[in-house]
């Protein structure tokens, strides 16, 4: 669901949203920066010009980059995490400085977190089907073996839709 997390942040009013992302190297966090990036150059909306995605690869404090990502662009009004744990960061961050969650900043995560509904507040999620991708996958393996394919076209995509789960980190 190519950007479908970002669309949603600026239906909601966001202009200055940015992408954390875990790693700049695996190739999940580098479509989903895509799908960002994507839905930010086809929205016309007055989008203040900053670091559009921000590495919180360092394991050990990620809380502290994402405080200091938030006192050092005030403006930021919406965050796009590529996994769960810097979206449940950016919550507790934003509990322990009072900044209110969706008032003042939408915050979203490509998670199938189970817990994301009981969260405070709950946690809207983009949800991309695990089984049904390691089915398709499977598939195409076994398809390659068979037909004695080891290849698969350079330009070959399987789509397999995602889920907006709409809850109140985005809701007003």
């Known amino acids: 669901m190519r950007g ?20 700049d ?30 590495d919180c690869s360092n394991d050990k404090n990620i809380y502290e980059q994402i405080s200091s990502i938030l006192e050092k662009f005030p403006a930021i009004d919406g965050i796009v995490a590529s996994v769960e744990k810097l979206a449940i960061q950016t919550l507790l961050v934003c509990a322990e400085n009072d900044i209110p969650i969706p008032q003042r900043i939408k915050v979203l995560a490509f998670s199938t977190l189970e817990t994301a509904p009981l969260l405070n507040p709950s946690l809207t999620t983009i949800s991309q089907p695990a089984f049904e ?6 598939e195409t393996l076994i398809t390659m073996i068979e037909k004695k394919k080891h290849t698969i076209a350079d330009n070959y995509k399987a789509v397999i839709p995602s889920s907006l789960n709409a809850r109140k980190s985005t809701l007003l």
């Open 4 to 23: 479908a997390g970002s669309k949603a942040s600026f239906e909601r009013g966001c202009k200055f949203p940015v992408f954390l992302s875990t790693s």
């Open 133 to 138: 991708i390691g089915k398709h996958s499977t």
């Open 25 to 54: 190297a695996l190739a999940i966090c580098q479509n989903r920066f895509s799908g960002f990036i994507h839905v930010i150059s086809n929205i016309e909306n007055e989008i203040a010009t900053h670091p559009f995605v921000i």
